[in-house]
């Protein structure tokens, strides 16, 4: 069965600083890799997704993420934090080959000081 | 990509009675998703909608609770039956086409069971 694991819950970085959150997955074969947004109060936002071809996905708002398949790893950076990012952050884990049975990490909490 | 409209966007009921959450998708979709988020939790999936046919449901989610419609491929429905206050959590619908498709969520529904 395929799982996502996000190890750090709560993450405060300053504005303007440069931010990483960590994510590994457990699957089989080749995984379908995504990055949500979800500001408070909202739904989710896709941020980026991988399924193939360049392991460095860019995304939207400036974020980006690198697929390591040796380390079992999709980590979400971005090199200048603004106040807007605060959110939480899901990785997700899908079969390639369709949309089946997505699996959510449970989430990195990201605050932002001045 | 897809919009996606949830109505209500929150709601406040009395324990034993059922909620209809709807879920408008502005295009034609292949796939259309329900999931749970619990209170500080990240979402679990509860079933497929699928199209003219009964939902499949996951594993600890039953139809009797969780009876789910999709008359066409732009709308579904998720009833929430004979609440209890554990049913209180964000539903979202999410919806996506294509074999390699990202999920397009809505904004969820606040459901608070009193």
């Known amino acids: 069965a395929q799982s996502v694991t996000q190890p750090d819950i709560h993450i405060t970085v300053s504005e303007g600083a440069s931010l990483e959150l960590r994510c590994n997955y457990s699957y089989g074969a080749t995984p379908y890799l995504f990055w949500y947004v979800q500001s408070p109060g909202q739904g989710l936002q896709l941020l980026l997704k991988?399924?193939?071809?360049?392991?460095l996905v860019q995304g939207i708002k400036g974020f980006e993420a690198e697929f390591k398949r040796s380390q079992s790893s999709f980590n979400l950076r971005k090199p200048s934090v603004h106040w807007s990012d605060a959110a939480e952050y899901f990785c997700?884990?899908?079969?390639?080959?369709?949309?089946?049975?997505?699996?959510f990490g449970t989430g990195t909490k990201l605050q932002v000081i001045p | 990509s897809a919009v996606i409209s949830q109505k209500p966007s929150r709601d406040i009921c009395q324990r034993g009675t059922s909620l209809t959450i709807q879920c408008q998708v502005d295009s034609q979709v292949t796939m259309m998703f329900w999931y749970r988020q619990q209170p500080g939790q990240s979402l679990t999936l509860i079933a497929t909608a699928n199209q003219g046919s009964e939902a499949t449901y996951e594993s600890g989610f039953v139809i009797d609770k969780f009876p789910i419609s999709r008359p066409n491929l732009t709308f579904s429905t998720l009833t929430v039956s004979n609440m209890s206050p554990e049913d209180s959590s964000i539903y979202l619908c999410?919806?996506?086409?294509?074999?390699?498709?990202?999920?397009?969520f809505g904004q969820g529904t606040r459901l608070t069971v009193v």
């Open positions: 997700a884990v899908g079969a390639l080959g369709g949309y089946q049975k997505v699996t």
């Open positions: 999410s919806a996506g086409t294509g074999e390699r498709l990202e999920a397009f």
């Open positions: 991988y399924f193939s071809g360049d392991t």
